[in-house]
C-alpha cells in the first residue's frame, strides 16, 4: 500500500507541474506572438482553393493584398459554371481539376490549381472558411522561413469552439506546429525542394503530408495567430474528432502515441484522485490537479486568441464556457485518440477513403 501511495503521490506531483507549467506559458506565449506581422504586399501570391460549389467567394476577392490571384478547382463543368456566375473580380478564374489516379480528390485539385499558378508563394485554403480582410497579408508574411499556417475558429457552438481552442494551442509550440489544410502559405521554391507534388500524386492527405515533407527537408513551420479564420461547423462533431486523430497516427504515429499516453495517463489519474480523494486528500487533489488546471487553461485559452486574433470581442463566447468546457473538452480529446486507433476507413469530401499503413517516421 505504500509503494501504491508513493507511486500516486509522484503521478500526482507530475500532473501538478505540468499544470502549472501550462499556466504560466500563456503569458510568454501571448508576448511572443503579440506583434502583427507585416508584408509589402509585392509578392505574387496564388490563392488555391478547392471546391464543391459552396464557396463563399467575396472572402477571398476582398483581401487587403494587392498581388494575388484566386484560383478555384472544381470537379465538374457545371460546378464551374455555377461558381463563375458569382466571380466580381478579375483576381478569380475557376477550372475543372484533372484526373489523378493516385491521391484523394483535394490533392487532384490542389495539383491541377498549381499548374495554373503564377505565384511565387501559394496559398492553400478550404472552400469553408471565411477569411477576414487581413488574413492574407498576415499569413503571406509569415513565409519568411519557407512555410506560415493558421488555424480555424468556431463561434457558435460552445463546446466545439473550446475543444478547437484546446487543439489550436497547440501550434503555439513550434515543435508540434503542423501545416492545416485549411489555410496554409508556402514559397514556390521551398514547395518545389520539398518535392511535395510528387508525394501527393501518391497521398489522400494532403496537410499532414506536406508537414512530414517539410519536416525531412529541415523548414520549420510558422504559427500565425492573426490569421485564424471562422469556419463553417461541423455536424458529426465526434466523428470528425476521431477522424482527424486516425490520421495523425498514421502519418505521426510518434505523435499520437506521446498524445494517447499523456491523455489517457491524466485522464486515468483524475479517476484515481476522485477515488483517493476521501482517504488521502493531499494526494487526491495532487492527482486531480490536471483537471483542476483545465479551468485556469480554459481562461487563458480564450484570453490569448481574444487577443491575437482579429476577430471582434462581440464575435466570441462568453468566457465562462472555455472556463467550465475546458476540463470537458480534454476528456473529449482523450476520447477521440483512443477511439480513433480502431479507425480503418474515413469518409471524406463524399468519397471513402482506407486509412494507409502506419507511417515509418517516428518523429514529428
Same mark, same amino acid.
Given at each position: 500500500?505504500?509503494?501504491?501511495?508513493?507511486?500516486?503521490?509522484?503521478?500526482?506531483?507530475?500532473?501538478?507541474?505540468?499544470?502549472?507549467?501550462?499556466?504560466?506559458?500563456?503569458?510568454?506565449?501571448?508576448?511572443?506572438?503579440?506583434?502583427?506581422?507585416?508584408?509589402?504586399?509585392?509578392?505574387?501570391?496564388?490563392?488555391?482553393?478547392?471546391?464543391?460549389?459552396?464557396?463563399?467567394?467575396?472572402?477571398?476577392?476582398?483581401?487587403?493584398?494587392?498581388?494575388?490571384?484566386?484560383?478555384?478547382?472544381?470537379?465538374?463543368?457545371?460546378?464551374?459554371?455555377?461558381?463563375?456566375?458569382?466571380?466580381?473580380?478579375?483576381?478569380?478564374?475557376?477550372?475543372?481539376?484533372?484526373?489523378?489516379? %493516385?491521391? =484523394?480528390? @483535394?490533392?487532384?485539385?490542389?495539383?491541377?490549381?498549381?499548374? !495554373?499558378?503564377?505565384? *511565387? +508563394? #501559394?496559398?492553400?485554403?478550404?472552400?469553408?472558411?471565411?477569411?477576414?480582410?487581413?488574413?492574407?497579408?498576415?499569413?503571406?508574411?509569415?513565409?519568411?522561413?519557407?512555410?506560415?499556417?493558421?488555424?480555424?475558429?468556431?463561434?457558435?457552438?460552445?463546446?466545439?469552439?473550446?475543444?478547437?481552442?484546446?487543439?489550436?494551442?497547440?501550434?503555439?509550440?513550434?515543435?508540434?506546429?503542423?501545416?492545416?489544410?485549411?489555410?496554409?502559405?508556402?514559397?514556390?521554391?521551398?514547395?518545389?525542394?520539398?518535392?511535395?507534388?510528387?508525394?501527393?500524386?501518391?497521398?489522400?492527405?494532403?496537410?499532414?503530408?506536406?508537414?512530414?515533407?517539410?519536416?525531412?527537408? %529541415?523548414? =520549420?513551420? @510558422?504559427?500565425?495567430?492573426?490569421?485564424?479564420?471562422?469556419? !463553417?461547423?461541423?455536424? *458529426? +462533431? #465526434?466523428?470528425?474528432?476521431?477522424?482527424?486523430?486516425?490520421?495523425?497516427?498514421?502519418?505521426?504515429?510518434?505523435?499520437?502515441?506521446?498524445?494517447?499516453?499523456?491523455?489517457?495517463?491524466?485522464?486515468?489519474?483524475?479517476?484515481?484522485?476522485?477515488?483517493?480523494?476521501?482517504?488521502?486528500?493531499?494526494?487526491?487533489?495532487?492527482?486531480?490537479?490536471?483537471?483542476?488546471?483545465?479551468?485556469?487553461?480554459?481562461?487563458?485559452?480564450?484570453?490569448?486568441?481574444?487577443?491575437?486574433?482579429?476577430?471582434?470581442?462581440?464575435?466570441?463566447?462568453?468566457?465562462?464556457?472555455?472556463?467550465?468546457?475546458?476540463?470537458?473538452?480534454?476528456?473529449?480529446?482523450?476520447? =477521440?485518440?483512443?477511439?480513433?486507433?480502431?479507425?480503418?476507413?474515413?469518409?471524406?469530401?463524399?468519397? *471513402?477513403?482506407?486509412?494507409?499503413?502506419?507511417?515509418?517516421?517516428?518523429?514529428?
Amino acid at each position: 500500500m505504500d509503494i501504491l501511495l508513493l507511486f500516486l503521490f509522484a503521478a500526482g506531483v507530475l500532473n501538478f507541474l505540468g499544470g502549472v507549467l501550462a499556466v504560466i506559458s500563456w503569458p510568454l506565449v501571448r508576448r511572443r506572438y503579440g506583434r502583427k506581422p507585416g508584408d509589402k504586399n509585392n509578392r505574387k501570391v496564388s490563392v488555391i482553393i478547392p471546391s464543391k460549389g459552396n464557396i463563399q467567394l467575396e472572402y477571398f476577392e476582398e483581401q487587403d493584398y494587392n498581388n494575388y490571384e484566386v484560383i478555384v478547382v472544381v470537379d465538374s463543368e457545371e460546378e464551374k459554371r455555377e461558381v463563375e456566375n458569382r466571380v466580381r473580380s478579375r483576381k478569380t478564374k475557376v477550372i475543372v481539376a484533372d484526373t489523378y489516379e %493516385g491521391c =484523394s480528390g @483535394k490533392n487532384a485539385a490542389l495539383l491541377t490549381g498549381i499548374k !495554373e499558378a503564377d505565384g *511565387e +508563394i #501559394f496559398v492553400f485554403a478550404d472552400d469553408d472558411i471565411k477569411p477576414h480582410k487581413k488574413w492574407l497579408r498576415y499569413l503571406v508574411a509569415g513565409t519568411s522561413n519557407g512555410c506560415s499556417t493558421t488555424y480555424r475558429w468556431y463561434f457558435k457552438n460552445p463546446l466545439l469552439c473550446v475543444w478547437n481552442a484546446a487543439i489550436a494551442a497547440i501550434m503555439f509550440y513550434e515543435r508540434f506546429a503542423f501545416c492545416w489544410g485549411g489555410s496554409t502559405a508556402i514559397k514556390r521554391t521551398v514547395f518545389e525542394e520539398a518535392d511535395v507534388e510528387k508525394i501527393w500524386k501518391n497521398e489522400i492527405v494532403d496537410d499532414l503530408t506536406l508537414t512530414k515533407a517539410l519536416k525531412k527537408k %529541415g523548414f =520549420s513551420i @510558422k504559427f500565425v495567430p492573426q490569421a485564424m479564420v471562422e469556419s !463553417e461547423e461541423e455536424k *458529426e +462533431i #465526434f466523428k470528425w474528432m476521431s477522424k482527424e486523430f486516425a490520421w495523425i497516427k498514421c502519418y505521426f504515429p510518434s505523435l499520437w502515441s506521446l498524445a494517447l499516453f499523456l491523455n489517457i495517463g491524466m485522464r486515468i489519474s483524475n479517476i484515481a484522485g476522485i477515488i483517493v480523494l476521501p482517504f488521502h486528500p493531499f494526494i487526491g487533489l495532487l492527482l486531480l490537479s490536471s483537471f483542476l488546471f483545465d479551468f485556469v487553461r480554459g481562461w487563458q485559452e480564450y484570453r490569448t486568441f481574444i487577443t491575437l486574433m482579429e476577430y471582434p470581442c462581440s464575435r466570441f463566447i462568453h468566457p465562462i464556457y472555455h472556463v467550465i468546457l475546458r476540463p470537458v473538452a480534454s476528456f473529449i480529446i482523450s476520447y =477521440s485518440i483512443l477511439s480513433s486507433a480502431f479507425i480503418k476507413k474515413v469518409e471524406w469530401g463524399g468519397r *471513402e477513403y482506407i486509412i494507409p499503413k502506419v507511417s515509418l517516421q517516428r518523429k514529428f
